[in-house]
């Protein structure tokens, strides 16, 4: 028994790079679930963040807007009330929303749970992350029920930069899943959208062991590092042997040997297998329960992680592929094209306005997406959605002097540090991996030139497009 009108399923992770799904192209990470998905669905291989860090990338991709429109810059700001999330418009139209997991649309901080403005959210099962830091967090409250606690279970041996963390049955993935699993069999028969929200596979690089012993760090590569590469980039990127975003209980990156690094990316692909492993529960539910061919399902991340490539770990200012391409994997079954893979650039700003349209509702006026649905269902060619995309860095997290924007076409990009000279330039069809600033070289000055125009026209063009205008006196 189903609804007439579409669930949605959004499955967000948290710092989850696009190379990590084994059916588009990482032989090494074990991804049946997302490879399910992927084989009757859309994957969208050029999928961009619109920024390198959780909040204002989460606030982008739930408002539609950019995040210099929303007014949630930074990690540590509250998105403004006016603030309409793709999640209240489902709920305005009858949908019982429900979230497990991860919001972080406000600051965290100060041992002060996070403000929630009227975001459409039912049944609301907050844990920003699985530490005690907050009475509040449910999944520490599960783990109470079950007579345990995060503290208890979380004293496994360290090995080099990695840790043992809390057993698959207990951890916060799993936690996370469980609760989706309840909102689906409870709302059978009525229209839902639910954001599952874990905080995996952010760092610290902590799997349950079961999952980490899957894994040999010596069949794990090396991250991408060129001899002398930082000589020609930023003094944002020059961080390797320094701290790396001084953030607590983050590590010393220029402590790390070869055999660190191979563990890191092997504790790395773990976590993201146990995020799988609780997919296919979910979606095992969806069958169960008769709904998976009436409920649209989103597999995405808010942003990337470096992982030790360009000397550098997590997150920051950066504008790598690694930190802003995100996988992203539509699917709704018989109702899009399965199977499909579109190449051309997408922006996570794109998606409420897609599932807006996919469900039949009025996309809000203050969205500055594009709906994917032509490209979805096989309309539209699906190497080509917009000439370039966008992304934003205003002292986010760390470096309070980083303000930032990025500009990338299918074969160029652009970074432009503000109130700076420095930047970054790099021809992408010469030089896929970003290796070679271009910034200060003599030939590729039009380049710059021409780019940094473009860079500037979508900072404008990003302004908010409310209130709306309603003549010309």
Same mark, same amino acid.
């Given at each position: 028994?189903s609804?007439d009108?579409?669930?949605?399923?959004?499955?967000?992770?948290?710092?989850q790079?696009?190379?990590?799904?084994?059916?588009?192209?990482?032989?090494?990470?074990?991804?049946?679930?997302?490879?399910?998905?992927?084989?009757?669905?859309?994957?969208?291989?050029?999928?961009?963040?619109?920024?390198?860090?959780?909040?204002?990338?989460?606030?982008?991709?739930?408002?539609?807007?950019?995040?210099?429109?929303?007014?949630?810059?930074?990690?540590?700001?509250?998105?403004?009330?006016?603030?309409?999330?793709?999640?209240?418009?489902?709920a305005?139209?009858?949908?019982?929303?429900?979230?497990?997991?991860?919001?972080?649309l406000?600051?965290?901080?100060?041992?002060?749970?996070?403000?929630?403005?009227?975001?459409?959210?039912?049944?609301?099962?907050?844990?920003?992350?699985?530490?005690?830091?907050?009475?509040?967090?449910?999944?520490?409250?599960?783990?109470?029920?079950?007579?345990?606690?995060?503290?208890?279970?979380?004293?496994?041996?360290?090995?080099?930069?990695?840790?043992?963390?809390?057993?698959?049955?207990?951890?916060?993935?799993?936690?996370?899943?469980?609760?989706?699993?309840?909102?689906?069999?409870?709302?059978?028969?009525?229209?839902?959208?639910?954001?599952f929200?874990?905080?995996?596979?952010?760092?610290?690089?902590?799997?349950?062991?079961?999952?980490?012993?899957?894994y040999?760090?010596?069949d794990?590569?090396?991250?991408?590092?060129?001899?002398g590469?930082?000589?020609?980039?930023?003094t944002?990127?020059?961080?390797?042997?320094?701290?790396?975003?001084?953030?607590?209980?983050?590590?010393?990156?220029?402590?790390?040997?070869?055999?660190?690094?191979?563990q890191?990316?092997?504790?790395?692909?773990?976590?993201?297998?146990?995020?799988?492993?609780?997919?296919?529960?979910?979606?095992?539910?969806?069958?169960?329960?008769?709904?998976?061919?009436?409920?649209?399902?989103?597999?995405?991340?808010?942003?990337?992680?470096?992982?030790?490539?360009?000397?550098?770990?997590?997150?920051?200012?950066?504008?790598?592929?690694?930190?802003?391409?995100?996988?992203?994997?539509?699917?709704?079954?018989?109702q899009?094209?399965?199977?499909?893979?579109?190449?051309?650039?997408? %922006? $996570?700003? /794109? #998606? =409420?306005?897609?599932?807006?349209?996919?469900?039949? @509702?009025?996309?809000s006026?203050?969205? &500055?997406?594009?709906?994917?649905?032509?490209?979805?269902?096989?309309?539209?060619?699906?190497?080509?959605?917009?000439?370039?995309?966008?992304?934003?860095?205003?002292?986010?997290?760390?470096?309070?002097?980083?303000?930032?924007?990025?500009?990338?076409?299918?074969?160029?990009?652009?970074?432009?540090?503000?109130?700076?000279?420095?930047? %970054? $330039?790099? /021809? #992408? =069809?010469?030089?896929?991996?970003?290796?070679?600033? @271009?910034?200060?070289a003599?030939?590729? &000055?039009p380049?710059?030139?021409?780019?940094?125009?473009?860079?500037f026209?979508?900072?404008?063009?990003?302004?908010?497009?409310?209130?709306?205008?309603?003549?010309?006196?």
């Amino acid at each position: 028994m189903s609804s007439d009108r579409p669930n949605v399923l959004w499955l967000c992770t948290d710092q989850q790079r696009y190379d990590t799904i084994r059916s588009l192209g990482n032989s090494l990470v074990r991804s049946p679930a997302v490879d399910s998905l992927v084989a009757d669905g859309v994957a969208f291989t050029q999928a961009y963040c619109q920024s390198p860090v959780c909040s204002p990338s989460r606030a982008s991709f739930l408002t539609g807007r950019y995040p210099r429109t929303t007014g949630c810059r930074q990690n540590g700001q509250t998105i403004p009330a006016r603030e309409q999330l793709v999640s209240r418009l489902f709920a305005d139209a009858g949908y019982r929303c429900g979230l497990a997991g991860k919001l972080h649309l406000a600051s965290c901080s100060d041992g002060k749970v996070e403000q929630r403005i009227d975001d459409g959210y039912h049944d609301f099962r907050w844990s920003h992350h699985p530490q005690p830091d907050w009475p509040e967090n449910a999944y520490t409250q599960w783990l109470h029920a079950r007579g345990t606690s995060w503290e208890q279970l979380y004293d496994g041996p360290s090995t080099g930069f990695v840790k043992e963390g809390v057993p698959a049955e207990f951890h916060q993935t799993t936690w996370c899943a469980d609760m989706a699993i309840d909102f689906l069999r409870g709302n059978v028969g009525r229209p839902w959208f639910f954001s599952f929200n874990c905080f995996d596979p952010h760092h610290p690089f902590d799997p349950p062991r079961e999952y980490l012993q899957r894994y040999n760090p010596a069949d794990m590569p090396l991250p991408k590092v060129r001899a002398g590469e930082a000589d020609g980039k930023t003094t944002f990127q020059r961080l390797d042997g320094e701290w790396a975003h001084n953030s607590p209980g983050e590590f010393h990156t220029g402590g790390l040997t070869d055999d660190d690094r191979r563990q890191v990316t092997a504790a790395y692909y773990a976590m993201c297998e146990l995020i799988d492993d609780q997919i296919a529960r979910i979606l095992a539910c969806l069958d169960e329960t008769g709904q998976r061919e009436n409920t649209i399902v989103i597999f995405m991340s808010d942003h990337g992680e470096m992982l030790g490539d360009h000397g550098l770990y997590f997150k920051g200012p950066h504008f790598y592929d690694e930190a802003i391409r995100v996988p992203l994997v539509i699917s709704w079954p018989q109702q899009l094209q399965g199977g499909l893979k579109v190449d051309g650039l997408t %922006e $996570l700003v /794109d #998606l =409420a306005p897609t599932l807006l349209d996919l469900c039949g @509702l009025p996309q809000s006026p203050g969205m &500055q997406g594009q709906t994917l649905r032509p490209l979805l269902t096989g309309e539209k060619n699906p190497g080509v959605h917009r000439d370039s995309v966008y992304c934003e860095y205003y002292n986010s997290w760390t470096h309070a002097d980083a303000y930032g924007t990025m500009l990338r076409t299918a074969t160029e990009k652009i970074v432009v540090y503000h109130g700076t000279d420095q930047g %970054e $330039l790099y /021809d #992408l =069809a010469a030089d896929p991996d970003e290796f070679h600033n @271009l910034w200060d070289a003599a030939d590729a &000055q039009p380049m710059k030139l021409r780019l940094m125009q473009q860079c500037f026209d979508r900072s404008v063009l990003a302004m908010d497009p409310l209130p709306v205008r309603r003549g010309a006196f």
